[in-house]
C-alpha cells in the first residue's frame, strides 16, 4: 500500500501508543514523532519515536515537509483544541482507522477519527469530526456520534442512538435504541442506559440513573474548544530544524 508520506501524533500517552499502532497496522502513514505539550516529556522517547516538543516545534515540522498530524489526548475539549491549533498553524489533520474495523461504505466518517480494531459503524451512522471509537464498539444503524466525542472499548449503541458532541461513555456501555447522550456528557463504564442524558450530567448503573457532574456544570462540547486552543501557553516559535533533522530522518 502507498504511503501518505511522514506524519506525527500529538500526545505521548496510552492513546498516542494506539494510535501509532493503527497507523503502523494501516500502513498507510510513516509516523515520524511524537509531541506532547508537557514540557517534561521533551527529549524522552514514547512507543519506541521520540518526543520532539510541543507547538512550538511545528514550524520546523513543515519546514521538514512533515504536514500531517494526528491528535491522541484523551480529554475531548482538549484534543478539539489541539487539534483546531495545529489546522490554524498549517497542520494537515488525517485519521487513523485500523484495517479490522467494519465501516459501512453507506456510514459518514468525519475528519480527524480515531477508529479501532473490531469497531463496528452500521449503515446510515455518522461519525464526527475528532471522534475517537475505542476497540470493540458498535455504532448500529443510524446512530450519530458528535464532534469531538469518546466511546471507551465495547460500547454497544443501538439503532438511533445520537451523542452529541464532547460526550464520553464509559467501557463496555450500552445504550438502547433511539436516547440521546447529550453534549459533554459521561457514562460510567457498564452502564445500561435507558433514557436520554442531559447535557453534561453523569449516568451510571443498571439501568443508568443520571446526576448532575459535581463541582458545577461546564461548557466542554466541540464549539467551545477552538476558545481553549487561543487560551494554550504558546512558546516564542523558533526555527528546530537543524536540530529536529537527525529525529526525523534517522
Not at 469518546?150 to 439503532?159: E, M, S
Request: hydrophobic letters at 45%.
Amino acid at each position: 500500500m502507498e504511503s501518505h508520506g511522514p506524519a506525527v501524533i500529538y500526545g505521548a500517552g496510552g492513546l498516542g501508543a494506539v494510535v501509532h499502532d493503527i497507523l503502523v497496522q494501516g500502513g498507510r502513514w510513516s509516523v515520524a514523532a511524537f509531541l506532547d505539550s508537557d514540557p517534561r516529556r521533551h527529549g524522552e522517547s514514547h512507543d519506541g519515536l521520540p518526543i520532539l516538543g510541543g507547538m512550538e516545534v511545528v514550524p520546523a515540522l513543515l519546514n521538514r515537509g512533515v504536514r500531517s498530524a494526528i491528535v491522541a489526548i484523551g480529554s475531548n475539549a482538549v484534543r478539539v483544541s489541539v487539534a483546531t491549533e495545529l489546522r490554524a498553524r498549517g497542520i494537515t489533520l488525517i485519521s487513523a482507522v485500523h484495517p479490522l474495523a467494519s465501516v459501512s461504505p453507506r456510514a459518514t466518517l468525519g475528519a480527524h477519527v480515531v477508529i479501532g480494531p473490531r469497531v463496528t459503524i452500521c449503515v446510515h451512522a455518522r461519525i464526527g469530526a475528532h471522534a475517537v471509537l475505542s476497540a470493540g464498539g458498535i455504532v448500529d444503524h443510524d446512530g450519530v456520534i458528535g464532534d469531538g466525542a469518546f466511546l471507551h472499548p465495547a460500547v454497544r449503541l443501538a439503532g438511533g442512538v445520537r451523542v452529541e458532541p464532547c460526550a464520553t461513555i464509559g467501557i463496555g456501555a450500552s445504550v438502547i435504541p433511539g436516547r440521546t447522550i447529550g453534549a459533554g456528557a459521561t457514562v460510567q463504564p457498564g452502564a445500561v442506559v435507558i433514557r436520554d442524558v442531559p447535557p453534561w450530567d453523569i449516568a451510571e448503573g443498571v439501568p443508568a440513573l443520571t446526576r448532575p457532574r459535581s463541582g458545577g456544570r461546564f461548557i466542554a462540547d466541540a464549539r467551545a474548544a477552538p476558545q481553549r486552543a487561543a487560551a494554550l501557553p504558546r512558546k516564542t516559535p523558533r526555527d528546530d530544524a537543524p536540530q529536529l533533522a537527525d529525529s526525523l530522518h534517522p
